[in-house]
């Protein structure tokens, strides 16, 4: 939060008082400003009129008009007005704009930081592909949204563990290693049949390819038919982990734990959390299977946690591994999912409830589907055997920056139609190359003025309109990252740099940045030096370059 807002949320706290002073401190304790999304509704905003509302019993318009007659215009407050239904917007002067300049330039790339998250413990758990192929374009877009929102998280106070969960065991694993077998016996010339329910693809040749060069039979003396299922199990979930990690790694993602579904089952975690369930009589038999009682917290039915054999369903090992996530102290703990996992919001929040958690610490996110299009038209690109497109064919295809800037073009919920022609498209109708650029081309100007320590003598030169309204843009930085966080939506952030990156091509394109009037050269230097500074800092946070030169 910069000085302004601090001064701002003050001056209402104070007014608040003085209008109504039979208020109680805590109504305006947790107040905050926001952005209006119109520049003619000022440059901060207040609800705390509709806040009061129902305590005073007032309309809201009456409730602002009495909180203004307190604030009085000052070095920050150029004008303050109310607007229907009963928002108090604030108009900042261009002193205090130019003073928060001041700031961007000393603070640099940590401008926007923030104590929002006060040190608190947030987990994030992404991607989590179960180990039977390379990851596709899904993943990617779910790899792209967590790790920006780690760091956003981050760069706002919270201690953040970015984590990957590991399927590897059950029907899908066993499958796997199944058809890891059959295409391992075919290229060694045996007799082999393929499972009916095998993965199919062409990266199955290749491991069992793999397998093959490695000698293995010749170092265990044994025939290929005498290899273990648990052994192919284990050589093809290795392979496809390996793989996966070095397509996360060229993503420029990195976790910091690695949890096993299988390490989980030994320990005998499953087995205690349906215990704590079945002692709080949340767990029925029906059917020769045991039921949760997940009705009993909003799921639309309940859900079979053992079946008829004795085997545990999909959702059982979920339970017990959120209650370690809760016992772990996370006090934020967010899933990125995709939307074939919809259905288990519902029954994943109400295990936790019934086994004691505060459901309100679980933030499920679902990342919608991608659909890829060349020249306008869907597109399948992949070179592999399969029904699917992978996230190292992106990386490939259109580079690191732009896959990770296109995957989260649209919000969380929204569908996302990936260009790949304009992903590698190197003119300003890229948007990631027309954010670099603004980037590269500060970069060539500061170099070409020879200014590169910014002298901070002649700020106020910065009168023309485009200038103020070019740094106020850079004033609501922290209040979009804040939002970001909040939110749990790294595409506000995203949307903010494409407008910062236009707001600075058209000030460009207006005005000469180098001129012969050095104090006015070197006031917009220090300008498009806190320009730079702001895009750097937000690329950052996406996982994208900020290049000096392009």
Not at 42 to 53: H, K, P, T, V, Y
Not at 173 to 200: C, D, H, T, W
Request: charged share 30%; proline share 3%; hydrophobic share 40%.
């Amino acid at each position: 939060m910069i000085k302004i807002e601090i001064d701002l949320i003050i001056a209402i706290k104070e007014a608040v008082k003085k209008a109504f002073s039979e208020i109680s401190i805590n109504a305006v304790e947790d107040l905050s400003l926001e952005v209006p999304k119109e520049k003619r509704f000022g440059d901060f905003s207040s609800n705390i009129a509709m806040r009061l509302s129902r305590e005073l019993r007032k309309a809201p318009l009456d409730i602002a008009a009495g909180i203004i007659k307190h604030i009085e215009k000052s070095d920050i407050i150029q004008d303050v007005k109310v607007e229907k239904p009963g928002f108090i917007n604030f108009y900042i002067s261009n002193k205090a704009v130019i003073g928060v300049l001041e700031d961007i330039i000393e603070e640099g790339v940590e401008f926007g930081s923030s104590s929002l998250g006060k040190s608190k413990k947030a987990q994030i758990e992404f991607v989590s592909a179960n180990p039977t192929g390379p990851l596709t374009v899904a993943h990617g877009r779910q790899a792209a949204i967590g790790d920006s929102l780690a760091r956003i998280l981050k760069f706002c106070g919270y201690n953040v563990i970015k984590e990957y969960y590991i399927n590897d065991e059950g029907v899908q694993i066993q499958a796997l290693g199944k058809s890891l077998k059959a295409r391992f016996m075919e290229i060694v010339g045996e007799k082999s049949e393929f499972p009916e329910n095998g993965y199919k693809g062409g990266y199955i040749y290749e491991i069992a390819q793999k397998l093959k060069d490695s000698g293995v039979t010749e170092r265990t003396q044994t025939s290929s038919a005498s290899l273990s299922d648990d052994f192919f199990m284990d050589y093809a979930t290795k392979e496809i982990m390996s793989t996966i990690t070095k397509d996360l790694e060229d993503f420029g993602v990195h976790f910091d734990v690695w949890y096993s579904q299988k390490s989980l089952t030994k320990s005998g975690k499953i087995e205690k959390a349906l215990e704590i369930l079945k002692d709080k009589e949340f767990l029925y038999q029906k059917d020769g299977a045991t039921w949760f009682r997940s009705t009993d917290f909003g799921d639309d039915k309940d859900r079979v946690v053992i079946k008829n054999d004795g085997s545990y369903t999909y959702v059982t090992p979920d339970i017990a591994y959120h209650k370690e996530k809760f016992e772990k102290g996370y006090e934020k703990i967010i899933n990125i999912w995709g939307p074939d996992h919809h259905g288990y919001i519902s029954r994943i929040k109400a295990a936790c409830q019934a086994l004691g958690y505060d459901k309100e610490r679980l933030f499920i996110l679902i990342a919608q589907l991608v659909t890829l299009y060349r020249e306008g038209k869907p597109t399948k690109m992949s070179t592999r055997e399969g029904e699917f497109v992978t996230l190292a064919e992106i990386i490939d295809e259109v580079g690191r920056d732009a896959a990770r800037f296109f995957f989260i073009m649209r919000r969380t919920e929204s569908h996302l139609d990936f260009d790949l022609a304009l992903a590698k498209a190197k003119t300003l109708d890229n948007p990631v190359y027309y954010i670099q650029y603004a980037h590269a081309r500060i970069s060539s100007i500061i170099e070409f003025s020879e200014n590169t320590k910014p002298n901070l003598d002649n700020l106020a030169l910065l009168d023309k309109q485009q200038e103020v309204d070019l740094i106020k843009t850079l004033v609501h930085y922290p209040k979009i990252i804040e939002a970001a966080a909040v939110n749990l939506e790294p595409y506000m952030l995203l949307a903010y740099l494409q407008d910062l990156a236009g707001f600075f091509h058209s000030y460009y394109n207006a005005y000469r940045i180098v001129t012969d009037d050095k104090p006015l050269t070197e006031a917009r230097i220090v300008l498009i030096h806190a320009v730079k500074n702001i895009l750097a800092s937000g690329l950052n946070l996406l996982g994208v370059s900020a290049p000096e030169k392009m």
